[in-house]
């Protein structure tokens, strides 16, 4: 997506091979035209591939956002999923983990069994993909519900890292605004465009 | 405002004289169309009363929706305060602490520097406004800027605790969705609606 690559080229900063801060306009101050845009971007996709998505799903903090954006253009609700510490047994909720590189912590993530369903066709939402954690999780957590993973959106791709080719590899339909294919201090790379049908 | 009213009346659960349970369209999953609706309130109202705003300031996780629905009807960025146990020490951010009454703990929200500016005039977003801790921390952060509070908007105000009056006392200019008078479990009864201005 041509708006998010120039956004990133811009404001973006690289801090070494694997860090790229984007807390202009992504995870710290947000840039609401661009979150409406890239909604807009991931209802168009997912419509076209004639998923009939019902809930969007996505994780607390910085996906929230993109997430609302999302179900807003979608006329579907969203569910964010909550980030504990430590593991909250409960009948109420579907847990699952998820392993920070960056914070060398694992981390579970929660969402209360009254906001999915077997009937549901979920899009999965989150701002980066990287070894691909997050995403696990939350598809997981769609899962334990009995309802589908319609599809994975995802603002920035590190596609030099693992998750994208794990998502793929275990069958879901990934979309990511913008692919990074490197990053050096200072410097971005993109992946080249294929045509996106 | 008649719609949330009707939401909180249909779908929210007064757990006990103080615990109002939303997670079904506020701060778990998230109604969409209510979101972009309330947004347009706040945007109304704080243009009516002549506020330039150039910013709008919230907290995680959840003041992230509305705060993104108000910002893209006035044409501004988001920033949302982050959360930390521990005091993150660093010339680059303002913080401030604030005493949370549900968990009897203290916490940092913190903003970087960046994003706040002795020219700008903000606009604080909250979900919730009880005893008004979140709400003063946002706004001692704004000042701390140098920048001015244009206003505080909230989704659901408890009248019946102390926030919004020490944000009166304290100057602000306070708008609340929705203003409860009073819980029991199980019942939630409204503050009378004076004529909005």
């Given amino acids: 997506m041509q708006l998010l690559k120039e956004k990133i080229i811009n404001e973006g900063i690289a801090l070494s091979e694997e860090v790229l801060k984007v807390d202009s306009f992504l995870n710290h101050q947000i840039d609401p035209v661009l979150m409406a845009e890239m909604g807009k971007e991931f209802a168009r996709y997912f419509n076209n591939k004639g998923k009939k998505i019902t809930r969007v799903l996505t994780i607390e903090s910085s996906g929230i956002a993109i997430g609302l954006t999302t179900a807003l253009e979608l006329g579907v609700p969203l569910v964010f999923a909550r980030k504990k510490k430590s593991l909250t ?29 077997s009937d549901d066709h979920v899009l999965v939402i989150d701002d980066f993909l990287a070894h691909g954690e997050a995403a696990l999780g939350l598809a997981s957590v769609v899962e334990q519900s009995g309802a589908s993973v319609a599809g994975i959106g995802i603002v920035i791709e590190k596609s030099f890292q693992a998750g994208a080719e794990k998502l793929k590899e275990a069958g879901y339909d990934v979309h990511s605004l913008a692919r990074i294919k490197g990053m050096q201090k200072g410097k971005v790379e993109f992946m080249e465009e294929e045509l996106v049908k």
């Fill in 89 to 117: 047994m409960s009948n109420d909720i579907f847990v699952a983990k998820v392993y920070s590189f960056t914070k060398q912590e694992s981390n579970d993530i929660t969402v209360s069994k009254r906001f999915l369903s």
